[in-house]
């Protein structure tokens, strides 16, 4: 499936902007802590500045890196956040993904803390959104082994599990990457929640999964690594 259109630069960081302002008034941010990126054209992309607060995002809280060009980042000086390693490996691995979104939600990161799988077949948004999810075992944030640990992971799930440390979701836009962690942050709410008080969850066959995903109508499916 193509990746959805980007835009200029200037719309693409507008919409960044929002994109980090909902995920802190949601509880999917918080702090200083994540990052989030989308993609310009085919060799370049938008990613939060160093030291950044997602709800607070001004048009100059973002650098401009290219792929082809790793010293490249514009402004001069501006110096992106320091998870690129992840974000760049994400879109030379993947050039059907849009945006990228990085961040520690409390339950989601609780979740990566703890030997606890996410099934993706519980109710319709975690079908068609938590499709495929995978863990990445620790790295330290910003390294040269994290980038290359979620390279190997990316080309099979859309949504990745960063043990100890939070999660990394991407999609085919900013939209559609906000709702896979807002829905992952979601799913593993629920998961603790009805732990907590006793309640035992159901999933749905997984051949049913298999027919929503291919026959809703909501958009193509990906074609996965086996």
Do not use: Q
Not at 88 to 107: K, L, N, W
Not at 169 to 179: L, N
Not at 181 to 196: G, P, Q
Request: glycine share 8%; net charge negative.
């Amino acid at each position: 499936m193509g990746r959805e259109s980007a835009g200029s630069a200037a719309s693409v960081s507008a919409e960044l902007r929002r994109a980090g302002k909902y995920m802190t008034d949601n509880g999917l941010a918080w702090g200083n802590a994540g990052n989030i990126s989308a993609r310009i054209d085919g060799d370049r992309y938008l990613i939060t500045a160093s030291g950044t607060y997602l709800g607070e995002l001004g048009e100059d809280d973002f650098a401009e890196c290219s792929l082809t060009d790793a010293s490249l980042t514009l402004p001069a000086g501006r110096k992106p956040s320091k998870e690129v390693p992840m974000h760049r490996a994400v879109y030379e691995t993947r050039p059907d993904i849009g945006a990228v979104m990085h961040a520690s939600p409390f339950y989601s990161t609780l979740i990566a803390c703890a030997a606890e799988d996410i099934p993706s077949n519980r109710f319709v948004e975690t079908m068609y959104y938590l499709e495929r999810v995978e863990r990445v075992g620790y790295c330290h944030p910003g390294s040269a082994a994290l980038g290359e640990a979620v390279r190997e992971k990316a080309r099979k799930a859309n949504v990745l599990l960063l043990e100890n440390h939070g999660v990394l979701v991407f999609d085919t836009s900013i939209k559609e990457a906000r709702m896979s962690l807002h829905t992952l942050e979601m799913a593993c709410r629920m998961l603790l929640e009805a732990r907590s008080a006793g309640i035992a969850l159901s999933s749905v066959p997984d051949e049913t999964a298999h027919d929503f995903l291919h026959h809703a109508g909501y958009r193509p499916r990906r074609r996965w690594e086996a």
